[in-house]
């Protein structure tokens, strides 16, 4: 459990370090990218580490070694399994450089403020990282583009068409990230005529790619999986809450779309009393709440004492995940805990 804590503290204590002093730089990419540093070593250099990791084995070494037919996943993250086995035709090196891909991406997307920092450290940091590189892959690297998208809409100078580019590329990897890309259009861009006809080039790329075994294969493992306990799904949504509350009281206003957010989270919450598929969805509102408040809305000048507040948020975060790892140790291959790295590899 160490190898996860000690990397999270020294990027809150480095950031907050940060935020206090008076330094103001144009870019903190390269400052964010040393803080995360450590951590970034324990999730590139991890063996049989990470829930699901066991089955991206299976899965990306399908991609490339002939039985593609057997890979249902999206496209785009079976294209770039294949891609990166020309470099090194190796599992053990293709999650490594998928997991450093989306962590650069992430450092892109939320390093243009010292709010920014604030956010992606004490609030994003905590409960996604760890499971966006080691397990969760295809997720992991679509909401990291879905990210990078919402800041070519933040800039001063709104670039619409990356936009589209990046939000293909992230529905390309996970479909469900797709309901994050219909939030942030409806709530940020201003139609246009253009948009249509690339709405309509778009959509038909999807249709044309879309594979629906995919889909009667998530039925499947959602039907074979035992219902969830309630309380697997009320720890998501108290860490909702929380954030969403301590954000309304920094804003003062918030705009609608925070509430539609607030609601599908509610209903996620509840479809997770029934189905897994519910945790999923929960995770989905959650991260989109934090893409809008670290890219849709004004950074508001508080006292520095209310960094105690994000470094509380944080520890709640922190606590939920590793009581995650913890409860999985059991059931799974590749458990987070005991952490290894590749050298360790049984």
Known sequence: MLYYLLPSVILMVMVSMMYISKLKLKSYATFLFLAC?????????????????????????NSFNGNSEKVTYEPGFKYLSLLLSYIYPSVYFIIPAIALLTTLILIKSYSNSKYQLLIFTFLLFPYFYFDMTMNGLRYGLSFALVSLAAHQLSKPKKNSFLFFVFALLAVSMQYSSFLMVVLIYLSQVNFKKIHLLFLVVVGYAVVSILDFEYFDNKVDVYNDI????????????????????????????????????????????????????????QTLMMFTLLIFIAHFQTAQVFRKRLLAV???????????KMRNFMNEEKFVETPFIPYEFFWERR
């Open 37 to 61: 540093l450590p951590a970034i070593v324990i999730s590139v250099l991890s063996g049989d580490s990470g829930t699901d990791k066991e089955s991206y084995y299976g899965w990306i070494g």
């Open 226 to 281: 035992s219902r969830p306990s309630g309380i697997s799904g009320l720890s998501p949504l108290i860490l909702f809450f929380t954030v969403f509350l301590f954000n309304w009281y920094l804003q003062k206003k918030l705009s609608w779309i925070y509430f539609v957010i607030l609601g599908l989270e509610i209903l996620s919450f509840l479809l997770s009393l029934k189905s897994y598929s519910g945790l999923r969805f």
């Open 310 to 320: 994000f470094f509380m948020i944080a520890c709640l975060s922190l606590s939920l």
